[in-house]
């Protein structure tokens, strides 16, 4: 996983590597909060976030399920850092900012 930050005036771009400690495991959805710019991914295992500035990916929150987990959104005007939705367990799976 990357972020490439595009410059039009040299014709260039810089790479930089966001992955981390998140594993060899796949990623299925990937959001950045724009309030924040903490990242949430959606993976096999379920929701992890990256708060903006750290290098350590962590559990979205306590209680979600460590499922196969196709999507996630940030909804943060509606006072909720992340919804998660699975597939083994049918559900939408909320986590709320503490």
Sequence with gaps: MFEVTWDPANMSS???SLDFDLGDQPVNHLVRDAKTGDLYTATDFGVLVLAHGSSHWREA?????TLLTRSS??????GCCSRG??????GIYVCHKA
Excluded: C
């Excluded at 929150?61 to 399920?65: A, C, D, H, K, T």
């Excluded at 959104?73 to 509606?78: A, G, K, L, Y």
């Design 14 to 16: 810089n790479w930089t």
């Design 61 to 65: 929150g306590e209680g979600l399920p």
């Design 73 to 78: 959104r940030s909804f943060r005007s509606s």
């Design 85 to 90: 939705r699975t597939v083994a367990a049918p």
